[in-house]
């Protein structure tokens, strides 16, 4: 078992202190057939700064107050001292569940991949390395409890070259195929490295599902202070037959004193049950 999950007491021990009336209205999110999820690429350690930019990332996921978040370039490294930092995220924010998965074994002393958390009641985790085997690219599938049924959350990071449309869409239909069939229904979010009008996210669009972000409703998700052109590549994914978007933005786009919370911007979306 991953540690993260082993560490789940500790987690709730510090949830115990947290203010009764915020941990009710979290719990209420999620029990009005609304669901609260955000994505964020949260550029491991690079730059230097990540004590820094650690508070930043946090104050942004609280604000997005999201009943489930998932996290891209997550790094766990025994050689810096540095714990993985989903289980840091979650900890800071009171969330319960961390899971994570990365091309690397269990054990190994340094890991790179995804993670999701939430606050919600989770039924099954899986995880998976997706085709092409040569790209070291995973997904992690998160089911949940909510009070209108399971829903299948999944985190996803595909390939970076702006001319691998092809392998983008390898990796997709990979996890398509991967996904289970019982009528759960799921919402596909990350860092897919391409805008919606790249060719290999065809099969995310309609009629299976609908993006949290709109065309053209934001400039970028990556951020131009570190060098980046505008492009919008983080997006959500929600099933058309189930969910309905009620709002979608951009969060962690602001600097604070100079800092940045990574070199890409969140994405937070509201999704309602039909």
């Known amino acids: 078992m991953f540690k993260a999950e082993l560490d789940r007491r500790a987690l709730l021990a510090?949830?115990?202190g947290l203010p009764l009336a915020a941990c009710a209205h979290r719990m209420g999110a999620?029990?009005?057939?609304e669901l609260g999820v955000?994505?964020?690429?949260?550029?491991h350690d690079a730059g230097g700064q990540w004590p820094k930019r650690l508070p930043l990332l946090v104050a942004a996921l609280r604000g997005a107050d999201a009943d489930v978040i998932a996290l891209e370039e997550v790094l766990e490294d025994a050689g810096k001292g540095m714990p993985n930092q989903a289980v840091t995220i979650a900890r800071e924010l009171g969330y319960p569940e961390v899971h994570f998965v990365a091309p690397d074994p269990e054990g190994a002393p340094k890991r790179f991949g995804n993670a999701i958390v939430t606050r919600l009641?989770?039924?099954?985790?899986?995880?998976?390395?997706?085709?092409?085997?040569?790209?070291?690219?995973?997904?992690?599938?998160?089911?949940?409890r909510t009070d209108r049924g399971p829903v299948d959350v999944v985190a996803v990071h595909l390939a970076w070259q702006p001319e691998a449309a092809a392998v983008r869409a390898e990796q997709?239909?990979?996890?398509?195929?991967?996904l289970p069939r019982d009528g759960t229904p799921v919402v596909v979010m990350g860092d897919f490295n391409a805008p919606l009008d790249d060719p290999g996210l065809a099969a995310m669009g309609p009629p299976r599902f609908t993006s949290a972000l709109a065309p053209g409703a934001a400039p970028t998700t990556l951020n131009p202070a570190r060098g980046?052109?505008?492009?919008?590549?983080?997006?959500?994914?929600?099933?058309?037959?189930?969910?309905?978007?009620?709002?979608?933005?951009?969060?962690?786009?602001?600097?604070?004193?100079?800092?940045?919370?990574?070199?890409h911007f969140g994405v937070a979306a509201r999704l309602i049950r039909r």
């Open 30 to 33: 999620a029990s009005t057939g």
């Open 14 to 16: 510090a949830m115990a």
């Open 121 to 144: 009641p989770v039924i099954e985790v899986t995880r998976r390395k997706l085709a092409p085997l040569s790209d070291y690219r995973t997904a992690i599938r998160v089911r949940v």
């Open 172 to 178: 997709i239909a990979d996890l398509l195929a991967w």
């Open 38 to 43: 955000a994505t964020f690429n949260i550029w």
């Open 228 to 263: 980046h052109t505008p492009r919008v590549i983080d997006h959500i994914f929600a099933d058309s037959a189930h969910f309905a978007v009620a709002a979608a933005k951009v969060i962690g786009s602001t600097a604070v004193d100079g800092e940045y919370p990574s070199d």
